[in-house]
């Protein structure tokens, strides 16, 4: 049935998940730890006293480990064997995470609470940049705001998936409470915000993908009132706050800075444009140069003195064809199951694995803990899509 009303099993996922979202970062690294820790002793007083032990090593866990596998090869080879090494042990944490995250997700069925602990963590996000938080400094990068996350980028990842969160409960859940309702989709308006307000590029225009797509999805092809209802008043709300930015366009140093990145990205003259170009374009070159095997993950550091701001860079120059091969083959074994399924549902998640495949080109996500346990939480969901289509159904 894919349910659980068994409240401390939701309650350790969705603490597990907030942690993930609030403390993955300098500063608050013990936090997470910590939280992580206390949520794999839950799991196994979970299996054991259950008497539930055995463990379903999926094809995601297998892909991501011979993925581990092969970036410790590379320390046979690699240009810089200590960040290599840093690398590898990153991995397989995540790794590990992996078989844990999955093996609790499928035996107590907690769906909804990773999807409230993004939620959540929007609107922790909206009081920070609302300075309602004290000390709020330390969650800006200059003009751009990065939140809970150490980078306005990721934070942008984090708000994509929250909106994600908000259509896939409408889509696959009922939610019996009224207010409740009104607040999951409100976090759409404080996410867009959010993402405004980080000023990334990719992030702003997958955020307008993924409202296009609410538009089209929730009131041209859904019949359902309320949901009507719901969405046009988001829709009206959300015109009303950009034409506010509008009216205040030359008072509003952020817009104007939000523009300016816009405008060095068409024309390509920007200093964070030229950069990025310049790694992704001499990063390409050392993969051309060694193509099969790379020069060891995590060594384009060595050469460039910083990483790439590009997945595919990093892992071609790093481990090769190969390793690439590898790495986003946990990609395409999604799309291969989502692809089986008759389901309307689907179109959906083949816009967002879509969006998450070209932010790749832009940012480093292969032993980006968060990123990994999304990829591996959107499999399960896509495993069981049949499955939760009917419950919402019945």
């Not at 054991?48 to 892909?63: A, L, S, Y």
């Not at 994509?160 to 889509?171: A, E, F, R, T």
């Not at 296009?212 to 092809?221: E, K, P």
């Not at 969006?355 to 969901?381: A, E, H, P, R």
Request: glycine share 4%; net charge positive; with cysteine.
């Amino acid at each position: 049935m894919l349910k659980n009303k068994n409240f401390s099993d939701n309650l350790i996922m969705f603490i597990s998940v907030l942690s993930f979202t609030l403390f993955d970062r300098e500063g608050f690294i013990e936090y997470f730890y910590a939280t992580q820790m206390f949520f794999y002793a839950y799991y196994f007083i979970f299996v054991f006293k259950r008497k539930i032990i055995w463990v379903n090593i999926i094809k995601f866990t297998k892909i991501y480990f011979i993925f581990l596998f092969f970036c410790l090869s590379s320390i046979l080879w690699t240009l810089d064997q200590t960040e290599t090494f840093s690398k590898v042990i990153t991995i397989f944490i995540i790794s590990i995470n992996t078989i844990i995250t999955y093996d609790f997700f499928n035996k107590s069925n907690t769906i909804k609470p990773f999807l409230f602990a993004i939620i959540t963590s929007t609107y922790i996000n909206l009081l920070i940049v609302l300075n309602f938080i004290p000390d709020s400094s330390i969650y800006w990068d200059q003009w751009r705001f990065q939140g809970t996350r150490d980078n306005p980028n990721y934070l942008a990842s984090l708000q994509l998936l929250s909106i994600s969160s908000v259509i896939i409960l409408n889509k696959l859940f009922s939610i019996r409470f009224f207010l409740l309702k009104y607040i999951i989709n409100f976090s759409i308006i404080a996410s867009t915000y959010i993402v405004f307000s980080t000023g990334s590029k990719k992030g702003i225009i997958f955020c307008a993908v993924l409202l296009v797509y609410l538009i089209i999805d929730y009131l041209v092809l859904t019949k359902m009132k309320f949901k009507k209802l719901i969405f046009i008043l988001i829709i009206i709300t959300s015109l009303i706050n950009f034409s506010s930015y509008l009216f205040e366009l030359n008072e509003s140093v952020e817009v104007l800075r939000v523009v300016n990145r816009f405008t060095e990205l068409i024309e390509g003259d920007g200093k964070s444009t030229t950069q990025r170009t310049s790694f992704i374009v001499e990063g390409f070159g050392v993969f051309v140069d060694n193509p099969i095997l790379g020069i060891g993950i995590g060594s384009l550091k060595a050469l460039f003195g910083t990483y790439s701001h590009s997945n595919f860079i990093e892992i071609l120059s790093g481990i090769g064809f190969v390793g690439f091969l590898i790495f986003y083959s946990l990609y395409f074994n999604i799309f291969l199951v989502l692809s089986r399924f008759k389901n309307r549902n689907k179109i959906f998640f083949y816009i967002l694995l879509l969006c998450l495949l070209f932010m790749d080109f832009t940012q480093v996500t292969y032993y980006y803990k968060f990123s990994i346990l999304t990829l591996l939480f959107i499999g399960f969901i896509i495993e069981n899509l049949d499955t939760l289509t009917k419950n919402k159904t019945n």
